[in-house]
């Protein structure tokens, strides 16, 4: 079967960097995404890794090691607005073509 | 350009009774999906279309659950004999190709509530 696991939640301050880490286990992976959603409003895409290495996308960079089924967001100068829900997401050929298969989320409280 | 929207925002059913639910994809886009997300939990993938056809719909729940997108654009989820563990959040996403490697927009929700 399909897993992910991700923290529940988290608190960082403002201004600092924050590791948000996901692991997987799937087969004939095919692509991790990350999505942001806050509270009552729709998850909106961040990052796409199909290859090992860092995306990095202004404040925002994601990590791939497909041979550890292993993904981290980093998000750097934490602003209040960046409290939300962060979901890991799998695409796979276990998931069908093209459908995602989400993780819980990790709900990011940032504190003044 | 606009987003994905769906209608209602908000629903509030009685147990057995019949619910539809909408969504506008982008404009343009070919594929369409509908996800179900339970408070505290991330979506999960009830079905998914290519254009007018139904590719996928291993994730639909029961027999209660139809969707169709009869002209490729706008898509329907029907819920038959709502019952309380249909409550959550249905969001819809489209894409603008099939391709794999293509990102999903989502729209907003319908959070259902069945009392």
């Known amino acids: 079967g399909q897993n992910i696991d991700q923290p529940t939640e988290m608190t960082a301050t403002e201004g600092a960097i924050v590791q948000i880490n996901c692991t997987y286990q799937?087969?004939?992976?095919?692509?991790l995404f990350w999505y942001q959603q806050h509270a009552g409003e729709a998850p909106t895409f961040l990052s796409y890794?199909?290859?090992?290495g860092l995306e990095e996308k202004g404040r925002f960079s994601s990590f791939l090691s497909r041979s550890k089924g292993y993904s981290y967001l980093l998000l750097k100068e934490l602003q209040m607005k960046d409290s939300a829900s962060y979901l890991c997401a799998v695409r796979s050929r276990q998931t069908g073509a093209n459908n995602l298969f989400f993780g819980t989320g990790t709900r990011l409280t940032v504190i003044p | 350009g606009a987003g994905v929207s769906q209608s209602p925002r908000y629903k509030v059913a009685k147990r057995g009774q019949d619910v539809a639910l909408r969504c506008d994809p982008i404009s343009g886009h070919v594929s369409l999906f509908w996800y179900q997300q339970a408070l505290g939990q991330g979506p999960e993938f009830l079905t998914y279309f290519q254009n007018e056809a139904q590719l996928d719909k291993s994730g639909l729940p029961s027999d209660r659950f139809f969707a169709e997108r009869p002209e490729g654009s706008v898509s329907t989820l029907k819920i038959q004999r709502t019952q309380q563990e249909d409550s959550a959040v249905y969001l819809c996403?489209?894409?603008?190709?099939?391709?794999?490697?293509?990102?999903?927009?989502f729209g907003p929700g319908t959070r259902l509530t069945v009392l």
């Open positions: 890794n199909v290859l090992d």
């Open positions: 996403a489209s894409s603008l190709t099939s391709g794999a490697v293509d990102t999903q927009y």
């Open positions: 799937t087969s004939g992976f095919n692509g």
